[in-house]
């Protein structure tokens, strides 16, 4: 077995790499979906609504806040795609679909307001919200599947050791 500096060899396994492709399409075409479909003026000036603003702030707000989410979702979509590269191999693609992964389980956990998740059910009903449950259990569940994957080698965290003791 070939082993890199904090390199993944025995945890990147082709039916890992696979699954990591298959999620992170789904993932990056449900950020896609959230950001161009459900996240938009109406849905923002509505969560807006709720979270106490007026209808004319709202109105003057809710467009820099669409670009905003929309930044955010296309970081997201952006990084999911650079989950699909895991059948190549790499041991930067393992590393960089779990960090994506991690921080894309942080929206409901407080990073987006509840408020847009409110507007998003009130505009669009139960689709509305969709593509967060898949974006954030998709993410939630692969995160699982990748860190059970490197908690039980000893070489990970012996090439860790390594690397912090020659750094």
Known sequence: MISAPIGIPS???HRVRLLTFACSFVLAVCAILQGW??????????ALRLAGR???EA???APGLVAQFRAVLAYYAAGNSLGMLALRGAAWTFWATLLINLTQVAGPLGLIPAHVYRAAFHHYGPAGLLPTVVLSGGALALSVTLIS???PLREIWADLRAAGMKG
Do not use: M, Q, Y
């Open 11 to 13: 945890a990147w396994t």
């Open 37 to 46: 479909l459900v996240i938009n003026d109406e849905t923002v000036e509505a």
């Open 54 to 56: 007026s209808a004319a």
């Open 59 to 61: 109105s003057d707000e």
């Open 149 to 151: 994957r490197i908690i």
